[in-house]
């Protein structure tokens, strides 16, 4: 099956591209939104394939993968094909409701698609599809699936990990102001794109928090593992797959109890609450205490492969596109 996508989430694309069909991502001169192409921090095979707009028209594409409202025009300029009509689409839905301009407010928000019957709605977590208000659009959830980077755990550092990106952009949403109060407990280093002016902002001490600015895939996972605890302070989100990674590497977590986290995280893998002084104190614990931590990610990596396994993704995948495209 030849399916078109865009490049929009690095991480969940390097889950989606491993199955075994072949792989069109536009790719324009700037390598702006509308064709980022291929990846350049995450490994994808050779079965993904960076196609320019007008040379798409001269490809035989069986299912596009719509991931923006955008992508809905693309197609419509591009191949002038109107997705769900002439093309069978599956609009895939990455973020919890109220995260993009014009949302308008939770738990009210109406999706893009609502008012359509013919492009179905794959959202990424249960959470999301319950709280979007999805009109006559058909809906499904396709929970996320993680390339397993292996038990790497080794939790030398006594250092808690948190991974945000733009936190000085995004600031409570992702927790950013948090942060303050977990440095107070434990040192913490934190990964992820968008870092420079956080120390500022937040008033936080370069001797407590370290930051580490969009390192590669590989190297972010072995510099994980070697911190004691993962820390996950997102307020509101879709669920972040950097959790699951952690949970994969066999960390201990330690979280906000918001959003789909509840359903993802076991209470014998880490701690979870919305009192965020009962996170810091949990953090400190396993800082202290590395039998606990270990137990603790041992049992955060098996739940998170039995739930959020790479085979489980891709079939569940297959299944969907195969009946789009009947």
Do not use: C
């Not at 249960?126 to 292996?150: K, M, Q, S, W």
């Not at 906000?256 to 979870?272: I, M, Q, S, Y």
């Not at 396993?286 to 270990?294: F, G, I, K, V, W």
């Amino acid at each position: 099956m030849n399916i078109l996508l865009w490049h929009v989430h690095g991480s969940w694309t390097t889950s989606f591209v491993q199955g075994e069909h072949r792989y069109l991502l536009p790719v324009t001169p700037a390598r702006d939104a509308d064709g980022l192409g291929r990846a350049r921090t995450w490994d994808w095979p050779a079965s993904v394939r960076e196609v320019t707009p007008e040379g798409l028209r001269d490809e035989a594409i069986d299912v596009v993968v719509l991931q923006r409202t955008r992508d809905l025009e693309l197609v419509r300029e591009w191949l002038g094909r109107e997705p769900g009509r002439d093309l069978p689409a599956v609009f895939l839905e990455h973020n919890a409701p109220g995260l993009e301009p014009g949302d308008g407010p939770v738990p009210h928000t109406r999706h893009p698609l609502a008012d359509r019957d013919d492009v179905p709605i794959a959202h990424v977590t249960h959470f999301n599809r319950l709280l979007y208000d999805n009109g006559r659009a058909p809906t499904t959830v396709v929970e996320h699936g993680i390339v397993d980077p292996g038990e790497r755990y080794t939790g030398e550092l006594a250092r808690a990990a948190v991974v945000v990106n733009e936190p000085v952009r995004r600031g409570r949403t992702v927790g950013a102001d948090l942060l303050p109060g977990l440095a107070a407990a434990a040192p913490v280093d934190v990964f992820g794109m968008g870092l420079s002016g956080l120390h500022e902002r937040y008033g936080l001490d370069p001797d407590r928090v370290a930051l580490f600015e969009d390192p590669p895939q590989a190297a972010m996972h072995t510099a994980l593992a070697r911190r004691r605890v993962y820390v996950h302070p997102v307020r509101w989100t879709s669920l972040g797959l950097s959790l699951l990674e952690a949970m994969h590497l066999g960390m201990p977590v330690v979280a906000l109890a918001t959003t789909e986290v509840v359903e993802a995280v076991p209470p014998e893998a880490g701690v979870l609450s919305t009192r965020p002084e009962r996170l810091w104190e949990a953090a400190r614990t396993y800082l202290h205490d590395e039998d606990a931590a270990r137990l603790a990610g041992k049992a955060a990596r098996a739940a998170a492969l039995e739930r959020y396994g790479l085979p489980r993704f891709l079939h569940d995948w297959n299944a969907l596109l195969e009946e789009v495209t009947r």
